[in-house]
């Protein structure tokens, strides 16, 4: 194994011997070769990818930024609206990865060159900065100088900056620990070093209001620092760093994460966890694991995704998750993954290898088209709706940035091994392990899932004694998970929980052959609604029902074109599942002659869904689908169908009239929305987002056919004695004041439009403004809709 390779084990390990050793250690990338499978093919599919990107197009911001001509124009999307370079720092990450996962020389040119060119950026800012973030230079003097203006997307009217920085800081970190390029730790340290200068004489107050805007997880990277360099003072900025808003609830084991924006909060969390490995407050790693425990256990669909719309839901509510276009976000699962991964090591226990292998398969695996290529921002559980696929050229999301990342890495956590006297196997994928330093080779030969068993082939330069301990899902039942050595039962130990331990004297040539029958369960939405998704062993099972009106479906470079736009599809005319048993797994069939793939026909109470087919939900991609399923008994059938109907026939009435839309408070909506404001704040009421203000707030809605007929305006009952105007492109449209609802918590106005909108040389954006009265407030303000 090379030099380059050992640093990540090396540089992570605790600071100054202040924290506890690591229980467990990974594999580095370069140790483990995927062999031919799913895992195989995504990793080849997003190499492509990869490589299809222009590397001076992505580096254009950041030469911008430095005062150096660009060799190329910036790609648009994301990339040139707000957010210039993050993939930038993406796209460093990815080519680390995949260059240690595959040993690929034109990847390792292509990390090569992009370093040079950043640090030629780096070298011209002249104070060790580098981003791409348009105009940073006078935006950071304004910070440096205590002149802080932050809010949940924002700072100092720039698109979350230091969330696009946290991407070039986590790109340098992993171009030198995984990738191996020596000249990314010296940019690493001067860019920490400006950081450090940058909030310097900033009080620990200001820090956490700056914090309040999206700030990826920078608190990990500083600790990161801390231990490749052994200076304590990048611990101490990583500590400041850490927003005490989100941790404080979490020591004390609240979950006040409802509503919140959801991927803003994990890199947090793993960010806890690292400045508590790298010797920080150890019980920050408690908040950590109440907030992995809280969200898989609590917020996670059968996937392993969670979130609608980017923000938790309630807990005891997951009606909107099953309504929504914009299910569980890939970012979200990717960041979930990198905090099971540091849990577990931590603490060897298998609860957080079930949830990896079960996001990995279901989520991570799903959310790259196999042979197109492209990546996936949402995934809807609505039923009968599907996903969005972006195009290399074209889409620059967050989810590209870390889609281009997730499939370079399922090697990562195959394999670990607890010094040198235990290996263990973690995950059942067709792999070889060079374990250079005991002289080991290992071969899992397997076509799991296809097949319920796995082969370990061992090469060994000279007999040794050790355990291999091999992981026991949590959905294989006790007693039935089976290993044979060169084909003789063999009886393992239990004593490390979650595993199966055979110790033995090994030679070269020895065969572990383990057994791994699998079963169909059903498994309900965390409310314990009525609604039933299929797993069968880690294999979330789903079916196609519909290839029809898959609008977008390789999205362009419009800002919402990672949205599924299609047209709804009531989900009263979506499958039902009819069941007599309290079990009703019982009724999912395997089909003769096909793996892996069930029937629910005596479930199924539609003629015209009765003979669709279940199979693993990764390998439907173009089509619409059933993941969960409305489920009830006979009697109750007559009374779920009206319920189901109304409840989804308002819904999509209100969508079918909708032109644009925006969710005041929501970061990505108001983002799309071109939101500006004076005096203006957010808050959640009910589980619903809101923004007023005693100034003002606007949006620029889009009105491409002139056919908006009113704005409807949505509030909340509780509201009164607020008196605002609305004004849309700068003309008054009504005078607004707020008396209360007694009937409802939230009620909904429509404001007519003047007819000059309508005119064929009228505007298609339209601005629509909430100006408060003098000495009162705008709003609060729930929904803001264009209507036909």
């Not at 789903?542 to 919402?560: E, F």
Request: charged share 20%; net charge neutral.
């Amino acid at each position: 194994m090379t030099h380059r390779f050992l640093l990540l084990s090396a540089c992570l390990l605790p600071l100054l011997g202040h924290g506890q050793s690591t229980a467990l250690e990974s594999f580095p990338l370069s140790a483990v070769q995927l062999l031919d499978s799913p895992f195989q093919q995504a990793q080849q599919t997003d190499k492509a990818y990869i490589l299809a990107l222009d590397p001076n197009r992505l580096l254009a911001p950041y030469q911008t930024e430095a005062g150096i001509q660009p060799k190329a124009e910036r790609y648009g999307n994301w990339e040139n609206t707000g957010l210039d370079g993050h993939i930038g720092g993406h796209y460093l990450s990815a080519l680390a990865l995949m260059y240690a996962a595959t040993g690929d020389a034109q990847v390792q040119q292509r990390l090569t060159y992009m370093m040079d060119e950043l640090d030629r950026c780096q070298q011209k800012n002249g104070n060790g900065y580098l981003g791409g973030v348009p105009g940073g230079k006078a935006m950071w003097q304004q910070v440096k100088a205590g002149n802080i203006k932050a809010n949940s997307f924002g700072l100092n009217d720039k698109w979350v900056p230091l969330y696009n920085l946290h991407k070039t800081y986590a790109g340098l970190r992993d171009a030198y620990l995984i990738g191996g390029n020596a000249k990314a730790k010296d940019m690493l340290i001067k860019l920490t070093d400006w950081c450090l200068d940058l909030t310097a004489n900033l009080t620990d107050a200001q820090i956490q209001d700056m914090l309040r805007s999206e700030h990826g997880g920078l608190n990990e990277v500083f600790a990161d620092v801390a231990s490749i360099t052994g200076d304590a003072k990048y611990l101490k900025l990583a500590q400041r760093f850490s927003h005490q808003a989100v941790l404080e609830p979490l020591l004390a084991s609240q979950d006040v994460l409802s509503g919140m924006h959801a991927n803003t909060q994990i890199p947090k969390v793993i960010g806890f966890e690292r400045v508590a490995e790298a010797g920080g407050n150890p019980t920050w790693s408690n908040a950590a694991t109440f907030f992995w425990k809280t969200v898989v256990e609590n917020r996670t669909v059968s996937i392993g995704g969670n979130s609608v719309s980017e923000h938790f839901n309630p807990v005891d509510n997951f009606s909107s998750m099953l309504e929504s276009t914009e299910g569980p976000e890939t970012c979200n699962t990717y960041n979930m993954l990198k905090l099971s991964k540091q849990l577990y090591l931590r603490s060897a226990s298998t609860r957080y290898l079930d949830y990896y292998e079960r996001a990995m398969y279901n989520h991570i695996l799903s959310t790259q088209h196999p042979e197109k290529g492209g990546f996936v921002y949402f995934t809807p559980m609505r039923p009968r709706h599907y996903r969005v696929y972006s195009q290399p050229q074209e889409s620059f999301w967050c989810c590209v940035g870390s889609g281009l990342e997730n499939h370079g890495k399922y090697g990562e956590l195959v394999y670990a091994h607890r010094n040198t006297n235990e290996l263990l196997v973690n995950l059942f994928l067709p792999s070889r392990l060079a374990w250079a330093e005991q002289g080991l080779t290992l071969t899992q030969q397997t076509k799991f899932p296809f097949e319920e068993r796995s082969q370990l082939q061992l090469q060994l330069k000279k007999p040794r004694t050790f355990a291999l301990s091999i992981r026991q899902p949590s959905w294989v039942p006790a007693g039935q998970l089976t290993i044979q050595v060169n084909g003789k039962a063999v009886t393992p130990t239990t004593a490390e929980p979650g595993y199966a331990t055979v110790t033995r004297k090994w030679r070269s040539g020895d065969v572990v052959t383990v057994a791994l029958p699998m079963h169909t369960t059903a498994e309900y939405m965390p409310d314990h609604s009525p609604w039933v998704s299929f797993v069968h062993g880690p294999l979330v099972l789903a079916a196609v029902t519909d290839t029809t009106d898959l609008a977008g479906l390789h999205a362009d470079s419009k800002r919402m074109a990672h949205v599924a736009s299609g047209p709804l599809y009531p989900v009263e005319d979506a499958p039902l599942l009819v069941s007599t048993s309290p079990n009703v797994a019982e009724g999912i069939k395997p089909v003769a002659g096909k793996s892996l793939t069930f029937s629910a026909a005596g479930l199924i109470n539609s003629d015209k869904y009765r003979n669709v087919q279940l199979v693993p939900f990764y390998q439907i991609q173009d089509a619409r689908y059933m993941v969960y399923w409305p489920v009830t008994t006979p009697e109750g059938l007559a009374a779920r169908k009206e319920e189901i109907r109304r409840r989804d026939a308002e819904k999509r009435a209100l969508e079918a009239r909708t032109i644009d839309q925006v969710t005041p408070g929501e970061q990505q909506p108001e983002s799309d929305h071109n939101f500006q404001s004076d005096r203006s704040e957010t808050g959640i009421h009910s589980n619903r987002h809101w923004r007023h203000a005693t100034g003002w707030f606007s949006y620029q809605l889009r009105n491409p056919n002139r056919a908006a007929r009113a704005l409807r305006v949505t509030y909340s009952g509780g509201d009164r004695n607020r008196q605002f105007t609305i004004l849309v492109n700068g003309a008054p449209l009504t005078q607004v004041t707020l008396t209360g609802n007694q009937k409802s918590d939230f009620y909904d106005v429509e404001y007519a439009l003047p007819e000059s909108l309508r005119r064929a040389n009228a505007p298609t954006t339209l601005t629509v403004k909430f100006e408060a009265a003098a000495g009162s407030t705008a709003g609060g303000v729930y929904d803001v809709r264009l209507l036909k």
